[in-house]
């Protein structure tokens, strides 16, 4: 999938765009923007493609925020070196916790905004997974540059769980949030990204990614289709009772990258939720739905939900965590 600071196409979030063009154009740019939505919809390529526009000198195309990829700076910002553009990323931490935004990064970010633009224009920060900055002292950090920013300067929060940012800092944000795409987008996206997958395929992937590109992408890289099989066999099997499936759950544990284990619980959580909205709605629900009372179900989601965090974030035996959320879904 393409790096989404090199992503010359945005589908399906014209309107956004066309949202931050109009605000660039009108002379009274937002100092911060909060660019909101589920993994892997777009909010970083949207970013991005605003960042090239700005600093291009925001020309008048079609589609909206358009820069021509052989520009010079849509060259420079695809490969980090734009001296007006700084990235701010979460990196794997120390003592086994991954992906976190640490607080000398941030500062880096508010000392990059205070100097000059090296061009005479704007000065962008773009902070992608902004959800990780769940440290006080970086949220902190940021904040005073919201609070007061130098002239000509912006920052664009991408963000897929803004509750975990402070209030004070989405207050100082202009909201944007990206809606999932239409089926047909998500077919057009896959048959171009996916041309050797069949048609089938495509399918269960768009059905599954709920809108999402990225996530349909993650998915196919992880086995995502094998790992929805095997979600649907272990709650099928809740009519036998215990549920201690060793070679799912070392499957999951080899994965080096983690993704698949990931992606487990959240196939897992999802086939969870829909059946009990069908099942709150009065409509047709699996037959695994009645094992136990809805309101046991929620506490099952939710319980699922921090296992899996807490087995990334601490860096936990996940072939562990798998065998206990299993024997979670027989014995609540």
């Not at 660019?35 to 079609?62: E, N, Q, S």
């Not at 070196?81 to 003592?95: Q, R």
């Amino acid at each position: 999938m393409t790096d989404p600071r090199a992503n010359p196409d945005l589908i399906g979030h014209d309107d956004a765009a066309r949202t931050m063009q109009d605000a660039a154009r009108s002379g009274r740019l937002h100092h911060a923007w909060l660019i909101c939505g589920a993994p892997g919809i777009g909010k970083a390529t949207l970013a991005w493609r605003f960042t090239r526009w700005l600093l291009a000198g925001m020309p008048d195309t079609t589609p909206p925020l358009q820069t021509d990829p052989a520009s010079p700076v849509f060259r420079r910002i695809a490969v980090d070196t734009h001296a007006d553009c700084f990235t701010l990323e979460p990196s794997t931490g120390d003592k086994g916790v991954k992906r976190v935004l640490r607080v000398e990064d941030a500062k880096a970010a508010v000392r990059f905004l205070t100097q000059t633009a090296a061009e005479g224009g704007w000065r962008v920060v773009v902070l992608d997974e902004a959800e990780r900055a769940d440290r006080p002292d970086v949220q902190n950090t940021l904040l005073k540059t919201l609070e007061e920013p130098p002239p000509k300067t912006v920052l664009l929060l991408v963000c897929s769980a803004p509750q975990k940012l402070l209030p004070t800092i989405r207050s100082r944000c202009r909201r944007l949030d990206l809606n999932p795409l239409s089926d047909r987008e998500m077919e057009a996206v896959l048959k171009r990204m996916l041309p050797d997958a069949e048609a089938g395929e495509r399918q269960r992937l768009a059905a599954l990614a709920a809108g999402s590109p990225g996530r349909a992408m993650a998915l196919m890289a992880a086995g995502g289709l094998a790992l929805q099989d095997a979600v649907e066999s272990s709650l099928a099997a809740l009519a036998t009772g215990e549920l201690r499936d060793h070679a799912l759950a070392d499957r999951l544990a080899m994965d080096r990258t983690g993704g698949a284990f990931g992606i487990f619980f959240a196939l897992l959580r999802g086939a969870i939720a829909a059946a009990l909205r069908d099942a709150a709605r009065g409509q047709a629900a699996p037959a695994w739905i009645a094992r136990h009372p809805l309101a046991v179900w929620a506490g099952l989601w939710d319980r699922l939900g921090t296992l899996a965090d807490d087995t990334e974030r601490l860096n936990l035996d996940r072939k562990q965590a798998v065998l206990t959320g299993l024997s979670w879904l027989a014995h609540p």
